[in-house]
């Protein structure tokens, strides 16, 4: 780009880069930051989605989750530089298309459609839990809760398939809600504390076998925390999945995606953390259904934490909507670039006209998760989750070095500073959390990886190559 280019708006950048203006773009900043925190949704995060880890790895969480604090500052830093130069829906797909090799990139897509299909699935089971949770009265079992989730999810596609402007309106009454109930649980965390910080942060204890008293935390417990962590605390990268609904120049997505992972990291990790620090016993604490909700209860009594527990169940749903409508744009937007084959790709560009929502696309998200409830559970999907998220956020680190070598002269309209240090740094830390996870899990992630890779040898290129040579 030129100099003159420096005030350049997303739309003109964005139709610089091949593509026509198709969403509502009627998103502030402050609306974008809204939208992806819903998507992140913290108190669903910290009430449920964090069951996973501290379940497995106990409280060595705290040290885990101050780690993967500072790897979201960086890696929100690495996104924003590469999500000003590249203000496309896709998101962190885009950024990795654009300047990756091609091999790599669908390595990315892997990443991109499996995370698609298995996070809104996870956050309505969460949803269900709860459901479940506030009424004992309904039935208990599985099926139960996999029944209630995939209604959540029908509500869920009947919300997301409306504007965005109006699921901006909804969203920002929902969040305002959510910020009322964070500010109570640290209240209640800052006024009880039961042991000093680094007692959980430096001296990790998991629960024994049989689950009945505390043994200390080892190493490796940890480094496993840190990697499923990734599956619990994010969604600040959906500031890029809003790209082309944001109003203003590039720079502006730079704004929405380093404020939405400064939120991210006071909106979850702080509040996992000083929920040790409050809990009145550690052992009850990671006995508990929720943790987190034990300590609540152990202040507010039943009253207070049935009013929490409302409040996780707005939130929850909230959430619900805000990954669909997200993940949906990353397909759309794949398609659009024919990522998939033509006859996949035709019908995930489709658009609704009075909308403008990518109407197709959502649906399958939304049908692939009714789908995913009844197959998995929460445990599984958030262990799984953590390798693919740690993938991606490995790949556009290195989409970052690439970027810097091989553009040196494209304009940026925000540069991240210490470079190349903090994509050195969130590399290294991804790594370790990528093979600090379970062999299955690696193994599983790998496969999938190398059917990407053939997908691309076989069909892809191929097919690239004859419209080249016709």
Known sequence: ????????????????????????????????????????????????????PLVVTGTATAGA?????????????TLAELGSIYPVSGGTYSIIRYVLPKPLTYLGIASFVLISLITPPSIAIGVATYVQLLFPQLPQTAFATSCIAAVCLIFALMVGLSSIATSDKMTKVLMAMQAILIAVLFYIF??????????????PQVLNELGTALIPGSISVVLASI??????????????????????SCKNIAKAVIISSVVTVIFMVTPIILSMVAAPDLLAYLQAKSPLLYTVQSYLGSTGTTLVNIGVLIAAFNATVMLIVWQARILYTG???RAFPDFIAKQMMKVSGK?????????????????LVFASSLVALVTFGAILFSVMFLLVAVASIISRMKEPNIERPFKMPLFPLIPIVVIIGLSIAIFAQPLND?????????????????????RDKREKQS
């Open 65 to 77: 989750a101050l780690f993967q604090g500072i790897l979201v500052l960086l890696i929100g830093l």
């Open 1 to 52: 780009m030129s100099k003159k280019d420096k005030t350049m708006s997303a739309q003109e950048r964005l139709e610089q880069l091949g593509y026509k203006q198709e969403l509502n773009r009627s998103l502030s900043v402050t609306g974008n930051v809204t939208m992806t925190t819903a998507n992140a949704s913290p108190i669903m995060a910290i009430f449920v989605l964090a069951i996973a």
């Open 335 to 337: 398609a659009r670039d």
């Open 227 to 248: 990697g499923m962590l990734f599956g619990v605390i994010g969604g600040y990268d959906a500031a890029l999945g809003f790209s082309e609904e944001t109003k203003g």
């Open 442 to 462: 690696i193994l599983t992630a790998a496969g999938f990886y190398g059917l990407a890779l053939l997908y691309y040898f076989v069909y892809i290129r191929p």
């Open 355 to 371: 909308a403008q929502v990518p109407w197709v696309a959502t649906a399958f998200i939304c049908i692939a998760s009714i789908i």
């Open 190 to 203: 800052l006024a009880n504390p039961q042991r000093d910080v680094t007692e959980v942060v430096f001296s």
